[in-house]
């Protein structure tokens, strides 16, 4: 039923009638852009989110500074959220001691006493059992705060004030990395040396036009807290570097320690008895090392590294994971390799330099671009450092102009100020003062008057006149700005230099070697299987190696039986031959265990359900295969050419037209002949030299049909003559060894067989 407005009910006080569509879209852009830049993404300026600024504010308004005392957490998190930062406690103090922990931030800000978490993922303590104050990181960040370099805003409440940036000079930006997920963007910056950042900043104060190249001669790359390896090119880091995005791969590092100042690389223990063991000491950044360590145990529990024994948490202040290979006769590079590959020994960070800019514009810039803008911010805090320095100067020069006029009149104010009701009108008339000067001169003390402190305010007045006039060619000369900018940058870096403990950089950049092939048996525990595959494609191993006159003993399903069985290794491929000339590849350390009747091999590969399984063979990388249709086709496959490592199989041998794959036998090395039997018990013998070798087609004729097809072939040394099995269940074999009148060249017709040939028209 249609309604007009008339029956809608009247609207409340401050209710908008509007379009659903429209009202949501434009209150959830408010929140994408309030998440964007209130939230998620770091300034560019001080490296700094509203919640960690906020934390520092308050804590400095505490008074937390590194020689004081510490103070509950508690009390710290409470002032945030009282009087700054409206949201939950928990995100404020989760904020607050990722400040502190030295294995996330590469210059902490926060000096945390008590458990602020570790390296190995446990959480902090509640904050009611932790106290903190700030690092001379922090306070070197928030350095000109007092004077006029900022802006301040109203608190949330209109109560306060807080900074909306941070003045200080120290780089905190790429110095310590953010990360944040906002509103259809995110930004993931990794720490850098203080020193290296400050040096490529240098340059760029030099040479504002210097190339990537050179600047990347200053920031080597990534410093990361927990230190490790960059194992990335040249190419690489500067390609991040160039487009702000990208990423950077980082290693563990496998060492004993340090050893006159150089570190012992090879991460190599000896052991007593000529064993070894290798020691981690560093590991990739963001990896918690519980989380590592399970993960290598998990290798070593499901067997898929089994050239590793043991692996042990010795650490202690310093990080030390042993692990204990299976033998001396381990390769510790393919051990190292391994582990890398299925591991987080070895992980990426990826770069995404998407920064808030100084007018609060979300942008991704390169690493020129960043410290260009970063440069024109500290120029702005140092002239407006300047400029609220010279107004401090003015009103102090006011004051002592007006306390000379008082010491060269002293007996007329006096007089003045004794025998007028108003003192300072008349004083302000007679002697041409400002009301400030008025004011304090009759609020001088009398001990004031004395002489040597009218010698004291005409130094004062000489050096402020000197330092405002410094002060205001500076303010004028942007060459004067970059002078003192540069002296300013050389003192800071001066204290976080790569000579000192703070500042020595922690990760070592080092290309990696081209990624070796990992033998197969390093990844696989090599122990001997008989692989068993049922008429009806059910498949499973059986530990160790059962002798053929015991394979009439395994259990099926109820109407199945034995069609294969083969003996291999648990490194083995096996190569699964079908009717229609598709061949597939198992891993027999892929295989259920023999206890049951095992699973569907059509589960594992993707065969034709019309097509019939002609062969299971363990591949050998040097090995050869006889293949033949049931048209007569037929050539030698290298086994190497033919394995196939996905679900659908390789297509090997073409067919003709309603003809078969027959044949797939292994060809042994000192296997000269061939001999081929058709449907109408037609033998031929002719020289394997004459079967081409190749990797896919038809072949060429092996024996030639007037009418049926191709029964089977097999090849062998013609020196020991033909061999075939004997029916019935004796197991005896027949062997042949005049073939003359079955030798004819290659796709003959040929004759009858000897007497006594099975009557399947097969070899075996």
Request: aromatic residues 6%; glycine residues 8%.
């Amino acid at each position: 039923m249609a309604t007009n407005d008339d029956d809608l009910p009247p609207s409340e006080p401050g209710q908008i009638d509007t379009p659903f569509d429209s009202a949501l879209s434009e209150r959830y852009l408010v929140y994408a852009l309030s998440t964007i830049t209130a939230r998620s993404l770091p300034d560019l300026r001080d490296g700094l989110k509203p919640v960690h600024r906020r934390l520092l504010w308050a804590m400095r308004a505490m008074r937390l500074d590194p020689s004081q005392g510490y103070k509950k957490s508690a009390r710290v998190v409470g002032d945030v959220i009282g009087k700054f930062h409206p949201h939950g406690d928990t995100a404020v103090y989760d904020a607050m001691v990722r400040l502190a922990q030295d294995f996330s931030l590469r210059y902490p800000l926060v000096d945390g006493q008590g458990n602020f978490g570790n390296i190995d993922g446990d959480n902090a303590a509640a904050y009611r059992y932790t106290e903190a104050r700030l690092t001379r990181v922090a306070i070197d960040l928030m350095q000109g705060l007092d004077e006029g370099t900022v802006d301040f805003r109203p608190t949330y409440n209109g109560e306060d004030e807080e900074p909306e940036i941070m003045p200080g000079l120290f780089p905190n930006l790429l110095a310590n990395g953010a990360s944040g997920i906002a509103v259809g963007m995110a930004t993931n910056i990794p720490p850098h040396n203080a020193a290296e950042v400050i040096g490529g900043a240098l340059l760029l104060i030099e040479n504002p036009g210097a190339e990537l190249d050179a600047l990347l001669e200053h920031v080597k790359g990534p410093d990361f807290p927990t230190g490790g390896i960059v194992v990335d090119s040249p190419e690489a880091i500067r390609q991040a570097y160039e487009t702000g995005r990208g990423g950077f791969r980082v290693r563990a590092r496998f060492s004993t320690g340090k050893q006159s100042g150089d570190w012992e690389e090879t991460g190599i223990e000896r052991q007593p008895g000529g064993t070894w063991q290798l020691v981690i000491s560093e590991i990739p950044y963001g990896v918690a090392k519980g989380k590592l360590i399970e993960q290598i145990a998990q290798l070593i529990a499901d067997r898929k590294l089994p050239i590793l024994e043991d692996v042990r948490d010795e650490s202690a202040e310093d990080i030390r994971i042993v692990l204990v290979p299976k033998s001396r006769n381990v390769d510790p590079d393919v051990l190292k390799e391994s582990l890398f590959r299925l591991t987080e020994l070895e992980s990426r960070f990826a770069l995404n330099l998407n920064v808030l800019d100084a007018t609060r514009t979300p942008k991704v810039m390169g690493l020129k671009q960043l410290l260009t803008e970063w440069l024109q911010h500290q120029i702005i805090v140092l002239v407006r450092r300047a400029e609220h320095r010279i107004g401090k100067i003015d009103d102090r020069l006011e004051l002592v102009g007006g306390y000379l006029i008082a010491f060269l009149n002293l007996d007329r104010v006096i007089e003045i100020i004794r025998t007028e009701d108003e003192p300072k009108p008349v004083m302000i008339a007679e002697f041409q003062l400002t009301d400030r000067q008025a004011e304090a001169i009759l609020n001088m003390r009398l001990r004031s008057l004395r002489k040597l402190e009218e010698m004291e305010l005409k130094r004062e007045q000489a050096e402020l006149i000197a330092e405002r006039e410094e002060l205001a060619k500076l303010v004028a000369s942007k060459d004067r700005q970059k002078t003192r900018l540069r002296k300013d940058l050389e003192k800071l870096r001066a204290v976080y230099g790569l000579d000192t403990l703070l500042g020595a950089r922690r990760t070592t950049i080092a290309e990696a070697a081209p990624a070796r092939d990992i033998p197969l048996d390093a990844m696989i525990e090599k122990e001997p299987v008989t692989v068993i595959l049922s008429k009806r494609g059910w498949i499973r191993a059986q530990r160790g190696h059962v002798a053929p006159d015991q394979w009439g003993e395994f259990k099926f399903k109820e109407g199945d039986e034995l069609a294969f069985a083969a003996h291999a290794q648990t490194t083995d491929k096996l190569l699964v031959a079908a009717s229609d000339g598709r061949f597939y590849t198992v891993g027999a350390d892929k295989l259920p265990g023999g206890r049951g009747f095992g699973e569907p091999l059509r589960l594992m590969v993707d065969i034709d359900p019309d097509a019939r399984i002609v062969a299971l063979i363990p591949a050998r990388a040097d090995g050869r295969l006889l293949l033949a249709s049931t048209s007569g086709h037929g050539f030698v496959a290298q086994m190497g050419e033919i394995v196939a490592e996905t679900r659908k199989g390789r297509n090997v041998v073409n067919l003709k037209p309603k003809a078969q794959l027959a044949v797939a036998r292994v060809v042994a090395a000192a296997h000269d002949s061939v001999a081929a039997v058709g449907e109408n018990r037609k033998l031929v013998v002719f020289p394997l030299a004459e079967v081409p070798v190749m990797a896919r087609g038809q072949g060429v004729m092996l024996q030639r049909y007037r009418d049926g097809t191709l029964s089977d072939a097999v090849t062998f040394v013609l020196a020991d003559g033909l061999s075939w099995a004997m029916g019935g269940d004796s197991g005896r074999t027949r062997t042949e060894t005049d073939l003359a009148p079955w030798r004819v060249a290659r796709g003959a017709a040929g004759r009858m067989p000897p007497t006594g040939f099975p009557r399947s028209n097969r070899f075996d």
